[in-house]
């Protein structure tokens, strides 16, 4: 601050002065304020004459400090020009603000739109039902066979109409992922726009001072001779919550209602959202293990999508210890087992349990499946020597019938011409023998240990090595599909409750009683008819109390 160059005690009574503006001609730090004053004398001298004094520069009353500097006030630094800039830099920002507040608000509204949002179910529903016709994660050459371009289905759909979009892994293509993310958006822009303002509204304390109002409500009656004060009490013990504000009753029961179609929504997008995250961040195998063999799961283990990371846990190696099956009367496969053993990369064991079909094993995040069966080996001696291990060859059967076969060579003098016998299986019970003529000879069971006699070979059946089928996967999805199901029966359920509000005013002795609910509106006028005919009797029980006081006092 510069200092001042002189300092002015004034007495308001008795001063006058004359202001001397700066003028324009002269700069603005050498612009003054002159002030003449008019100040009474401190005592006279001998000659009787006023005797001019230093004024006191104690603070008094109606006295005055005035301060003048010799600079003037310093000026803006900007320009002219940038502060016009920065003013329309701030309309611009303001501008574009409102923009983006009128565009969120315009999508919110279309996506938040009951149509669009049942369109895009029927349309999920529909590729869900596309995906169980068209054959799922077959190789390309399958689709070239089944939709020909020569021969088309309908006359219209093709192999393109297949592979283009991705129809080959519906539930994890980019039109059926597309659907689920628009229909979590609308279930989102509801939620915001729609539900939420509806339970802002529920949970607020609305007193109504008015009786036209109480008796425009769905259900209304007056109660003559009778106090907000009974009816508060016969609402309380039926689960009202009731609130009161001077002559105003205000009462509501089942606010969960409210809150329940937001569960639901909530509910649907955890089901999505996990089914999102199965068909992007899962891994997928199959395997056929022989009987006594090991594999590793990481080594048969594929990814389903770009968010699948691999865990630990795929460095286990599974070992087969026994494969083995049950059967019907008539001799068809009734069940199929796997006996199982996990080791870590130490070798030590870690789990070992038995599956069998819908009986998986579980551990680590992977599941290990129970799905199939083959024949991979036969044990077989031959005039007492081996036993030879013999593999078993798929034959091609019409349906799903299984027939595996061999071929064990015997020796000829003619090298031109191989020779030996043959053997048959549909399972793993029994070995049908055909000699090298091709004529049948007889069957026989690897457990029953009996040879057979066939073009002077002793043939023996030590054993039948079965081949496991597995299915390995790891979904990261499921607890998150499971819960969101779990959540959405749960709150499906709390939304069938009714949310019933009750208003009531007293005017004079009587009481405007009116309310309604936005479900199983008859039960609750029937409730009201029968909450509001206690009131009668509350009063009459008050009153002959208050008798007997009286009469025992």
């Not at 219209?156 to 059926?176: E, N, Q």
Request: charged content about 20%; overall charge positive.
């Amino acid at each position: 601050m510069p200092s001042p160059t002189c300092y002015l005690l004034l007495n308001p009574s008795r001063t006058s002065h004359r202001l001397l503006l700066p003028s324009p001609r002269l700069p603005a730090r050498l612009a003054r304020l002159r002030v003449s004053c008019d100040v009474p004398r401190q005592g006279s001298d001998g000659g009787g004459g006023p005797k001019r004094g230093a004024i006191p520069a104690g603070p008094g009353k109606g006295k005055k400090q005035v301060v003048f500097f010799d600079v003037a006030p310093p000026v803006s630094q900007k320009s002219v020009g940038e502060e016009g800039k920065a003013e329309a830099d701030v309309k611009k920002d303001s501008a574009a603000l409102r923009l983006l507040r009128r565009a969120t608000k315009r999508t919110l509204s279309v996506l938040s739109n009951l149509p669009l949002a049942i369109a895009e179910m029927f349309a999920i529903a529909g590729l869900m039902a596309l995906g169980t016709v068209i054959d799922q994660g077959e190789a390309p050459s399958h689709y070239f066979e089944q939709f020909p371009e020569d021969n088309p289905v309908f006359g219209f759909i093709t192999w393109r109409w297949i592979l283009t979009p991705g129809f080959d892994h519906m539930f994890s293509s980019p039109v059926f992922l597309g659907m689920l993310v628009l229909l979590a958006a609308s279930l989102m822009a509801c939620t915001f726009t729609t539900q939420l303002p509806m339970v802002k509204v529920a949970k607020r304390w609305s007193f109504m001072s008015s009786g036209g109002s109480i008796k425009k409500q769905a259900f209304s009656e007056s109660l003559p001779r009778a106090s907000i004060q009974d009816l508060g009490v016969i609402l309380m013990g039926a689960g009202y919550e009731v609130f009161t504000k001077g002559p105003s009753l205000y009462a509501f029961k089942g606010l969960a209602g409210r809150y329940a179609p937001i569960g639901v929504h909530v509910a649907m997008i955890f089901v999505m959202a996990g089914a999102t995250l199965s068909a992007t961040g899962s891994f997928k195998g199959s395997v056929d293990v022989p009987q006594g063999l090991n594999f590793v799961i990481g080594d048969i283990m594929k990814p389903k999508g770009i968010f699948a990371v691999a865990p630990d846990v795929f460095n286990t190696e599974v070992h087969v210890n026994r494969f083995y099956m049950e059967y019907y009367d008539s001799g068809e496969v009734s069940q199929f087992y796997s006996d199982l053993s996990l080791f870590d990369l130490d070798g030590k064991e870690v789990m070992r349990r038995t599956i069998k079909v819908n009986d998986p094993l579980r551990y680590g995040g992977i599941t290990i499946y129970q799905t199939d069966w083959g024949f991979s080996a036969l044990q077989v001696k031959k005039n007492g020597e081996g036993p030879f291990n013999l593999a078993m060859a798929p034959l091609k059967m019409s349906g799903n019938k299984k027939l595996y076969g061999t071929f064990l060579p015997l020796e000829d003098s003619d090298p031109s011409s191989v020779k030996g016998i043959s053997m048959l299986a549909r399972d793993l019970q029994s070995i049908v023998l055909y000699d090298q003529d091709g004529k049948f000879v007889g069957v026989r069971r690897p457990s029953s240990k009996l040879p057979i006699e066939i073009n002077g070979n002793e043939i023996l059946i030590e054993d039948a090595i079965g081949t496991t089928g597995l299915d390995l996967k790891t979904d990261p999805g499921i607890p998150i599909v499971y819960a969101g199901f779990g959540a959405l029966m749960l709150t499906t359920c709390i939304s069938y409750l009714s949310h019933a509000q009750l208003w009531a005013l007293q005017d004079g002795t009587t009481v405007v009683v009116g309310g309604k609910s936005n479900r199983a509106k008859i039960e609750f006028s029937d409730e009201m008819n029968r909450l509001l005919n206690k009131v009668p009797e509350l009063i009459s029980a008050n009153e002959k109390t208050v008798d007997n006081k009286s009469s025992s006092a």
